[in-house]
């Protein structure tokens, strides 16, 4: 195995000694067309450092790449930045083969390490601003809590000016290329967008203070070693700013318009909305639950200002797959978004008024009355329509100019 895979040099005193996983194709919810990576790194200092494991089928790929380095009784500490288990699988495992002389996180994550896997291997706890020395160079240790659980934190290697970013900046990407520059542009921020409105988006508050942080401790950085897809050696800045960006959440002139339909009848008014909406100079996503995944919805509202959503209605309840990405969208807790809502309807009709209380629920501004329709609509309801997406349309840009 060890003539298999190889470790990559990412600075003058770190490897990459990660797995790619290229089959993963659902992460709790958000789907990963592209596979994946789980990014380890060795720090080759006087105390060689092991940076994360790896998911637990992927032990023997990360050992393989150590070993084309070194032998792994060189390996003195193991440091966890984030304790979920794609990154802490084979921690006990790793633990017992190496035998280091110390193994730490936070104090959080020392706690989260002992409730995902009831052993007895001692875990250090580090507060945030510790510093370890590893002999010729430190590392220095930050708190990220809730980037994106409790126990996370950043691990600053000063040598080589490397900043270890845990799931911070990363993205869901299986590729043989590990850095940002061997890769397109259009394709790193779209897979980066993704990650961020998948996994990060409700924790968006925290990423700006931690931001913030990093300015304040005044650390150089080179390259930014995430726990998922490339190191960032090239546009730093740039990732780094597309992070402020969404964070902030601003609305921009962008309606994302999501429904699921039965018969049609509520696609039909969907597809008026959206033309009315577009035709007032509002940039306008039309997405069908019939047809694409909760997740590319939520990378659609990352950018977006308005979100009107609409369904038949079924057994008393808006459709499965419409309950799906509404119960998604609520949960990841997008911000500063006006929307209403629109539905079809055979007998009852509580599916408009459901979704409506969802939006409300979110903190979506309702900013026009509902539409609904009795089996399906005629010209004057499809008019009704028309008018309803001006209505939104002419509040977006309301809101967009205060």
């Known amino acids: 195995m060890s003539n298999v895979y190889s470790a990559i040099k990412v600075s003058d005193h770190v490897y990459w000694v990660g797995a790619i996983d290229w089959t993963i194709r659902d992460f709790h919810g958000y789907t990963t067309p592209h596979g994946s990576t789980y990014n380890a790194y060795l720090v080759m200092a006087d105390e060689i450092t092991l940076i994360d494991t790896v998911k637990a089928p992927f032990k023997e790929e990360m ?10 009784s060189q390996i003195k500490y193991i440091i966890s930045n984030h304790s979920e288990m794609d990154h802490s699988g084979c921690l006990p495992e790793v633990i017992d083969i190496i035998k280091p002389k110390k193994v730490f996180a936070s104090a959080v994550g020392v706690k989260t390490l002992q409730e995902l896997f009831h052993d007895q291997h001692e875990i250090i706890p580090v507060k945030d601003g510790e510093i370890l020395s590893l002999g010729n160079m430190d590392l220095t240790f930050m708190e990220t809590r809730m980037i994106h659980w409790p126990d996370s934190m950043f691990t600053y290697l000063a040598k080589d000016q490397l900043l270890f970013s845990q799931d911070a900046f990363g993205m869901h990407l299986a590729t043989l290329e590990r850095f940002d520059d061997e890769i397109p542009a259009a394709t790193l921020e779209y897979e980066a967008a993704t990650y961020y409105a998948n996994i990060v988006l409700p924790y968006s508050p925290v990423v700006l203070k931690a931001l913030e942080k990093v300015t304040k401790a005044g650390w150089k950085i080179k390259f930014i070693a995430p726990d998922h897809g490339p190191v960032w050696r090239k546009d730093i800045s740039g990732i780094i700013s597309l992070y402020q960006k969404w964070a902030g959440q601003k609305p921009t002139a962008k309606a994302v318009v999501v429904y699921a339909t039965m018969w049609h009848s509520t696609e039909k008014m969907a597809s008026v909305i959206a033309e009315s909406i ?7 996503k039309l997405m069908s639950m019939n047809e694409v995944h909760r997740s590319e919805v939520v990378y659609e509202v990352l950018n977006a200002g308005a979100l009107i959503v609409g369904s038949s209605t079924l057994n008393n309840n808006i459709l499965p797959q419409m309950a799906d990405v509404m119960i998604y969208l609520k949960g990841l807790k997008p911000t500063n978004l006006i929307g209403a809502a629109f539905g079809s309807y055979g ?5 408009v008024r459901d979704l409506e209380q969802i939006l409300k629920d979110m903190k979506v501004e309702i900013v026009a009355p509902s539409v609904s329709v ?3 609509p ?3 309801v499809l008019e009704k329509c028309h008018e309803f997406g001006k209505v939104i349309a002419a509040e977006l840009k309301k809101r967009l100019a205060t």
């Not at 050992?63 to 380095?69: C, F, L, T």
């Open 278 to 284: 577009a035709q007032e100079g509002i940039k306008v």
């Open 378 to 380: 005629d010209n004057s």
């Open 374 to 376: 009795k089996h399906v």
């Open 63 to 72: 050992i393989a790449r150590i070993k084309s380095v070194i032998d792994l």
């Open 347 to 351: 007998w009852s009709g509580e599916s």
